[in-house]
């Protein structure tokens, strides 16, 4: 990589401090829409493009490294680029630009911020993403982590006058900043003594056993909480649907991994090697997490709270596999840790394309229906037939169904926990196959609420009047759905090539010399022959072909008449679209089964009311267990201290001068 | 090219047997009910009278409609073809493993109830709701009899697990006699039999698999009664190829002489599952709907069970 006069580390950082200026030029003509949405969001995705294939083919060169003298004196900013930040950047890049697309048609007047205000943000949050993911050494990843969250706040609360917006905001930036700390803290214990906050000198430092857990617990909550694992969740389904859809999708999609690619970063590179019970860890909160995500977004009737809550899953599902990858990396069985490792940055891959599909989906639902709500949508596959197409490749996707990317990574996950039985711990090798029993109640579980999602959303009839009206999404929202559709296909066509790509950042990291993956590159083994073997462009063709030769046999050797009648429904003859399932009729049995998962309100009619109403509330009991005690028990705090609040200049003197006089003390 | 042979005699079989099987099923049924037997052909008179049908449309049917009854046939002959029922060495086996199986039949499902929510009718959506509700609970407890037989025989490849314990000793192995019981029951579920849904009714409050069919008619229902039978189909050579594996050709020497055995053999096992099943389903009473997920628990548990067994014991 190092060879010759192009650098893709150098490429790279231009090409991300491109959309930094991208978006300074929105504030040119901070009101013209125009000028966002015809010049500069496409220009973002150009952007997207570049750096989407710089990344690509830097993953298979070596590391590099870049010192800029910018930011403060003897503070350089070290940059390096390897193999895991290629991954995430292609990710970023590929992801951003079917995105930017998307909103080169969305974005417009009157919905909260300036559109050039909007168009800095949102090409800030890019750029900061991008350097956190090049960032070496703490002191610019940090500015760049919290470039991020500030940007992806003002984006959230774009539409500022509504006050639920307001406090979804005020949530995700207070959880982002315990995080933070979190993370601060974190690299304060990796650099070990030496006081050097470069990664390289984190990487040197050797840590006692006991601080290299507390390490990576740190590293754990805070990244666990900018992810959204249980319970640090609680952000997560209020702002990603507060936030306009392409903002939504950007964060769900691409910020989501930002966090997944900070906790690989410090377990897998900078503390080296990971003791193997770590992994217990992410294990147990991952499936806890999974779980958890999938049951409320069930019970959803929100379209975009219900994919807030399905990322809540896929990143439960995420963690689990980092949790295998250390297991099995610290009883030294790298091959399978290597696998494990692929499978996470697969299924992280997968995620932002068909998450950021869904997301752009329910936006195009939004602008032409003005409806977010489950209970008011339906039938659109008739007036919105681009967009509901579309969005059906990323539901079969994310229900985890062959051939498409999402089964890939999940088949890989399965197939790492098949071999966790092998692991020489007594218990952890009886319990870890049972792993594999909750991902695919998850998976399974994924493709009940994406079913509901599809159908209540796209099929059946229309449950508003005013839904006659809804309109097909433009061209560049359906370029930007293609796109994405595009790469969900693609990557689950190609598991091979993906793989062998993807097998680079276990090599680079030390951990295997090559990918011991593809016997041809279109058929892909994930250990040595020994396990299964799963062949996506086969099983397409054959499916295909099934499909082609019944659908012509069925129509030469018979007739194809076909007449058009009202619906059937066993010879009732007045059915209107309030007689279809709901969306809380739909999540109902899921209410029912889980039910201590709930925290459920419910008002039922009787038989003597005049006017009556059903009704049904679902909280979040993690709420009420975990964070209301908190709130009131800081504000509790907050009271008390609150007489140090004497109002008189006198007093606060007065603590100035004992304050100081401590601190002699000290020093003395 | 004797592989292929197999593979392409397999489909056929699957095609042709599976409303055979159907016939013999609701046949044994009806002489267990003291009821007057139809012909074991009725499947293949009712598929032929539904090809001959002009199809009849609900006026907000979406192209979606229309195109589930192939998507979910395509899955299920694809899913016969993975299968071991006559030979182990089918070359497609190569494309999909048992993990793809249960991915497979979930693809069917899903565009089954997908189909089902399109008319957007009252008795269709219900219908998808409680498929998908059996669906996530014996999705989980397939895959876990499924992991047992890859950890026995350390693949997921169905045809290599088949071979491999067709070719171990012998004996009582508690822990596949648990994931049995659990794949009897998945079996029963998700094939929408007695106690979880019952396939001779049209009662809005016990059905499931039918209340999604109501919209279809002539061809299209035609596809997916045939699918439904297919599925049935294979789901009992699934249980064949993990319970009862012998029989079946294997071996990597082609050897027409045991191709040409293991036909009358898969249908004395057709013959006797069919005869059992038949005996469950008039034994048994249908399960309120929420039972259900008690009945599939319990199938997970023993799979589980089954996990644990094999785990601990090594048996």
């Not at chain 1, 009729?585 to 201590?596: E, L, N, S």
Request: hydrophobic letters at 55%.
């Amino acid at each position: 990589m190092t060879s010759g006069s192009f650098s893709s580390l150098a490429t790279c950082s231009a090409l991300l401090a491109g959309w930094g200026v991208i978006g300074a030029l929105g504030l040119l003509r901070p009101g013209s829409v125009a000028l966002a949405r015809r010049v500069l969001f496409p220009l973002g995705a150009l952007v997207g493009v570049a750096v989407a294939t710089v990344a690509f083919f830097g993953v298979t060169g070596g590391t590099e490294q870049l010192v800029l003298p910018i930011g403060l004196p003897d503070l350089p900013v070290h940059l390096r680029g390897d193999a895991l930040s290629g991954v995430f950047l292609f990710l970023l890049g590929a992801a951003s630009a079917g995105i930017s697309l998307f909103g080169a048609g969305y974005f417009r007047a009157g919905e909260g911020a300036a559109p050039g205000l909007l168009c800095l943000q949102y090409h800030l949050f890019l750029a900061s993403m991008g350097f956190v993911l090049l960032a070496d050494d703490a002191y610019s990843f940090m500015v760049c982590w919290e470039t991020m969250a500030l940007s992806s706040y003002f984006l959230v609360t774009t539409q500022h006058r509504i006050p639920e917006i307001r406090s979804a905001g005020f949530l995700y930036l207070l959880i982002a900043h315990l995080g933070a700390i979190a993370i601060l803290l974190c690299f304060g214990v990796m650099q070990g003594g030496s006081w050097q906050f470069t990664f390289d000198a984190m990487r040197a430092a050797h840590l006692s056993p006991a601080w290299a857990a507390i390490a990576f617990a740190m590293a754990l909550f805070g990244f666990g909480a900018k992810a959204g694992l249980v319970p640090m969740h609680v952000w997560l389904p209020e702002a990603h649907p507060a936030a306009p859809s392409p903002v939504s999708a950007l964060m769900s999609g691409v910020m989501l991994k930002t966090a997944l690619y900070g906790l690989l970063r410090v377990s897998f590179d900078l503390l080296g090697d990971p003791a193997w019970w770590w992994g217990l860890l992410p294990i147990a909160f991952g499936l806890f997490t999974a779980i958890y995500g999938v049951v409320f977004a069930a019970a959803q009737v929100d379209m975009k709270r219900l994919l807030a809550y399905s990322s809540i899953e896929n990143i439960g599902i995420i963690f689990t596999g980092v949790g295998l990858a250390i297991v099995f990396l610290g009883v030294g069985m790298t091959v399978l840790a290597s696998l494990a490792l692929v499978a996470v940055l697969y299924h992280a891959v997968n995620h932002a394309f068909m998450k950021s599909l869904l997301f752009l989906g329910t936006g195009s639902v939004l602008h032409a229906t003005g409806q977010r709500n489950l209970g008011r949508l339906g039938g659109l596959i008739h007036r919105m037939p681009w967009v509901a197409w579309l969005t059906l490749v990323g539901v079969l996707a994310i229900a985890g169904l062959p051939p498409l990317n999402g089964f890939v990574s999940e088949w890989l996950l399965l197939q790492a926990f098949l071999s966790a039985h092998e692991i020489p711990q007594p218990f952890v090798n009886m319990l870890l196959p049972l792993g594999a029993a909750l991902v695919a109640l998850a998976a399974a579980l994924a493709a009940y609420v994406m079913v509901k999602f599809f159908g209540v959303v796209f099929l059946g009839q229309p449950r508003e009047t005013s839904l006659a009206n809804a309109h097909d999404a433009g061209w560049f929202e359906r370029l930007g759905l293609l796109w994405l559709a595009l790469g969900c296909v693609a990557l689950g066509l190609m598991p091979t090539q993906v793989i062998m790509w993807l097998g680079r950042v276990p090599q680079q990291l030390g951990m295997i010399t090559e990918m011991p993956a593809a016997s041809s590159w279109w058929h892909l083994v994930p250990v040595a022959g020994r396990q299964a073997a799963y062949a996506p462009l086969v099983f397409l063709l054959a499916i295909v072909v099934t499909v082609g030769v019944t659908l012509l046999l069925v129509n030469t050797v018979y007739h194809r008449r076909t007449r058009r009648a009202v619906p059937w429904d066993c010879g009732f003859a007045r059915l209107d679209a309030r007689m279809q399932d709901t969306a809380e009729g739909f999540g109902q049995p899921i209410r029912h089964i889980f039910q201590p998962f709930f925290d459920m309100k419910r008002e039922l009619p009787t038989p003597f009311d005049q006017q009556p109403r059903y009704r049904v509330e679902i909280g979040d009991r993690i709420w009420r267990i975990a964070y209301l005690p908190l709130a009131r028990g800081v504000q509790r705090v907050a009271e008390a201290l609150a007489w140090l609040q004497q109002g008189r200049i006198a007093t606060y003197l007065l603590y100035s001068f004992v304050t100081l006089l401590v601190l002699l003390g000290f020093v003395l | 090219m004797l592989n292929w042979l197999t593979q392409i005699l397999e489909v056929l079989a699957a095609l042709l047997a599976a409303p055979l099987f159907i016939g013999w099923v609701n046949q044994c049924r009806a002489w267990l009910q003291n009821k007057s037997a139809p012909s074991a052909l009725l499947p293949y008179r009712n598929l032929r009278k539904l090809f001959h049908k002009e199809a009849v449309l609900a006026n907000n049917a979406s192209p979606f409609f229309r195109l589930a009854p192939y998507v979910v046939f395509g899955a299920m002959v694809c899913a016969a073809a993975i299968i071991p029922t006559l030979g182990t060495r089918l070359p497609f086996s190569n494309a999909a493993d048992a993990i793809a199986l249960v991915g497979l039949f979930a693809t069917a499902r899903v565009f089954m109830s997908l189909a089902a929510f399109d008319v957007g009718t009252a008795f269709g959506t219900l219908g998808a709701r409680r498929e998908m509700l059996v669906g996530f609970l014996a999705e989980p407890a397939l895959l876990m009899v499924i992991f047992l037989a890859s950890l026995i025989s350390t693949s997921t490849a169905l045809p290599t697990i088949s071979e491999g314990l067709a070719t171990r000793a012998l004996g009582l192995y508690p822990s596949l006699a648990f994931t049995g019981v659990a794949f009897a029951l998945v079996l029963l579920a998700e094939n929408a039999r007695i106690p979880v849904d019952n396939p001779a009714t049209h009662l809005e409050l016990t059905m499931i698999h039918e209340a999604m069919l109501l919209e279809y008619s002539a061809r299209h229902l035609a596809l997916m009664e045939w699918s439904a039978a297919l599925k049935l189909f294979n789901y009992a050579c699934i249980g064949f190829a993990l319970f009862l594996p012998w029989g079946v050709a294997t071996g990597d020497a082609p050897r027409p002489l045991a191709l040409l055995a293991a036909i009358p053999i898969l249908a004395f096992k057709l013959f006797a599952a069919g005869g059992l099943l038949a005996l469950v389903e008039t034994v048994s009473a249908k399960l309120r709907i929420f039972r259900a997920p008690e009945f599939l628990a319990t199938a997970f548990l023993f799979a589980v069970l089954g996990l644990l067994v094999h785990l601990l014991l090594g048996a």
